[in-house]
């Protein structure tokens, strides 16, 4: 089973394929603030920078990195909306 | 009993940043960091290139700053026209390059006013360090930067607070004076040592310089863009595309009317792709070699001259001949060249 196919399924997901450091990630912070608490964003993007990034912004939100994989030439982010 | 607070803090993830950011939170306010995007930042390019030269890619230092500190950061981009018309228009003036620092300053606390605004905060902070830089950091800029910005009495520098006048924060008690630092001038001894109280470990290295447009080589391409554009009769003004490409590939003015831009890298000639519209674009047709783009109206002599600089840069710089094709829209034409061997005329043209 692929790794991304153990993650649970997104209630929304943001392709930021072409979008460049930090591009990807104020536009996550966009998306998870529309987002309900608990819930999963699948974040989609080109820039390599994204596995060092998610991460570190997850820490600093205090929203839940579940993951983040190479697929083909692109990445995929999972997080999980922080609880209220 | 102390009054609860809450603070916008402007944060690079250079040292400086990440002590003001941690005296701050240290004092139980609470805090929210801002990142700033210009567009100009080297870390960021470099990461967008894939890398330094020795194969490492560094970290968004800001990001890095307030995970370890489990603070909440926003970026906020503020390239564009507001910022480039400051940038070619600077009140103050410029830095011993093409950086307006002190207006840019001023630039940021405008826009760190109006979150702190929306956010409901009650002030700002930096890690600015008085003395520090010979420009912005000066005991007169920084009071510019507060008078201009808006922020009479609401702008908070940690490290140096206790060489300066008592903030608005200070006097109503949401910040404890007697815990900030009388720091200034050039030195870091006095900042690592905190840092390693303060059990904060990573910093980038070197401090600071981390913008393109305190770059010698980098302003005279900033310039050039302006003064090309005012040569040719047009309005002096800088435009976002100009942002990416002045910190891609190597510059070469042909003429007032006609520029060439060499890509580097294979990432840089990719880069170069994505702006073919509107310009030429010159590669070799049957040898290994960069992508360039030509912008302007070239003579026939300029783009025999650019179609020979490109055929140097390529695998076929030792042939007698190459052929180098220019495509301009619909357009394609072929000129067999001979490689550009005089240096010096390569070095007269370079920007």
């Known amino acids: 089973m692929a790794l991304t196919e153990r993650m649970p399924a997104p209630a929304r997901t943001l392709d930021t394929s072409g979008r460049l450091c930090p591009f990807p990630i104020v536009e996550t912070a966009k998306a998870v603030k529309a987002m309900d608490a608990g819930a999963v964003l699948l974040v989609i ?35 999980r909306k922080r609880a209220r | 009993m102390k009054k609860q607070g809450k603070a916008i803090g402007l944060i690079s993830g250079g040292l400086d940043s990440t002590l003001a950011l941690a005296l701050v939170r240290g004092q139980g306010i609470e805090v929210k960091a801002v990142n700033f995007y210009t ?10 290139k894939g890398g330094r030269p ?29 910022y480039f018309d400051m940038l070619v228009n600077p009140r103050w003036g410029y830095g011993a390059n093409a950086n307006p620092c002190v207006d840019c ?58 060489l300066l006048p008592p903030t608005i924060p200070e006097q109503e008690g949401i910040v404890d004076r007697e815990r900030l630092l009388d720091i200034s001038g050039r030195g870091r001894t006095r900042q690592m040592a905190l840092a390693e109280e303060l059990g904060i470990s990573e910093w980038p290295q070197p401090a600071g310089g981390c913008c393109y447009l305190t770059d010698e080589a980098f302003s005279r391409k900033f310039f050039d863009v302006l003064d090309a554009r005012e040569a040719r009769g047009e309005p002096r003004k800088l435009e976002r595309e100009d942002v990416v490409l ?6 070469f003015r042909l003429s ?45 002599e300029e783009r025999q001259l650019a179609a020979r600089i490109v055929a140097r840069y390529g695998k076929g710089k030792d042939a007698g001949r190459v052929v180098v ?8 034409e072929t000129y067999e060249v001979e490689p550009e061997h005089d240096e010096a005329r390569v070095e007269a043209m370079r920007i």
């Open chain 1, 45 to 79: 993007a080109t820039d390599p920078g994204i596995a060092l990034d998610m991460p570190m912004w997850c820490k600093a939100t205090r929203n839940e990195h579940l993951g983040t994989f190479q697929d083909g030439a692109a990445w995929k982010s999972f997080v």
């Open chain 2, 39 to 48: 567009g100009f930042c080297i870390t960021e390019t470099q990461r967008r």
């Open chain 2, 54 to 82: 020795d194969g490492t890619v560094p970290q968004n230092e800001a990001l890095r700053a307030a995970a370890d500190l489990e603070v909440e950061i926003e970026y906020v981009d503020i390239s564009g026209p507001g």
């Open chain 2, 105 to 162: 300053r001023v630039f940021m606390m405008r826009k760190a006013k109006e979150i702190m605004e929306a956010e409901g905060a009650d002030f700002i902070f930096t890690g600015e360090v008085l003395g520090q830089r010979p420009k912005s950091q000066r005991r007169d800029t920084l009071r510019i930067i507060e008078r201009e910005s808006g922020l009479d009495g609401r702008l908070l520098r940690p490290l140096s607070a206790r």
């Open chain 2, 246 to 251: 002045l910190s891609t590939g190597r510059h």
């Open chain 2, 325 to 332: 094709e220019w495509r301009e829209g619909d357009l394609v």
């Open chain 2, 256 to 300: 007032p009317r006609a520029k060439l831009i060499v890509g580097r890298t294979e990432v840089e000639n990719a880069l170069l792709e994505h702006h073919v519209e509107g310009r030429a674009r010159v590669e070799a047709r049957d040898v290994l070699g960069p992508v360039a783009l030509v912008e302007g109206v070239p003579t026939w």
